[in-house]
C-alpha cells in the first residue's frame, strides 16, 4: 500500500521561506507524475505544483516565480520550495501522484502538512 507522507510545514511570517518533503513509500516512485496540491479553510483543494517523469514542471499561476518543485527519484522524495511566501499561501499542502489530469490521482492522500504564513 501506497503511503504520501509530507512535512516540513509550519508558521513563517510573509516573505518567508519554506521547504517541503513528501516522501512515497509502497511504490515504485519514478514512473508517474507527481504534484503539490493544498487546500485552505472552505476552499477546494487545488493543484500547486507538478513534476513529470522527465523533469517538466508545471505551475499554478497564483505561485508561478516564488515555488520551485524537485523530485529525487533515487529517494522517492519530492520537495517544494517555496520563498516569498504570502499570507494567501496559508493551506494544509498534500502531495499526490496523477494521470493524465492533475484532477486524477494516483494515491490515497496523506496527512499533509499545515503552512501558516502571517502577514
Known amino acids: 500500500q501506497v503511503q504520501l507522507v509530507e512535512s516540513g510545514g509550519g508558521l513563517v511570517q510573509a516573505g518567508g521561506s519554506l521547504r517541503l518533503s513528501c516522501a512515497v513509500s509502497?511504490?515504485?516512485?519514478?514512473?508517474?507524475?507527481i504534484a503539490w496540491y493544498r487546500q485552505a479553510p472552505g476552499k477546494q483543494r487545488e493543484m500547486v505544483a507538478a513534476i513529470t517523469v522527465s523533469g517538466d514542471t508545471d505551475y499554478a499561476g497564483s505561485v508561478k516565480g516564488r515555488f520551485t518543485i524537485s523530485r529525487d527519484n533515487a529517494k522517492s522524495t519530492l520537495y517544494l520550495q517555496m520563498n516569498s511566501l504570502k499570507a494567501e499561501d496559508t493551506a494544509v499542502y498534500y502531495c499526490?501522484?496523477?494521470?493524465?489530469?492533475?484532477?486524477?490521482?494516483?494515491?490515497?492522500w496523506g496527512q499533509g502538512t499545515q503552512v501558516t504564513v502571517s502577514s
Open positions: 499526490n501522484g496523477y494521470t493524465g489530469s492533475y484532477d486524477i490521482i494516483l494515491f490515497r
Open positions: 509502497g511504490s515504485i516512485f519514478s514512473p508517474y507524475g
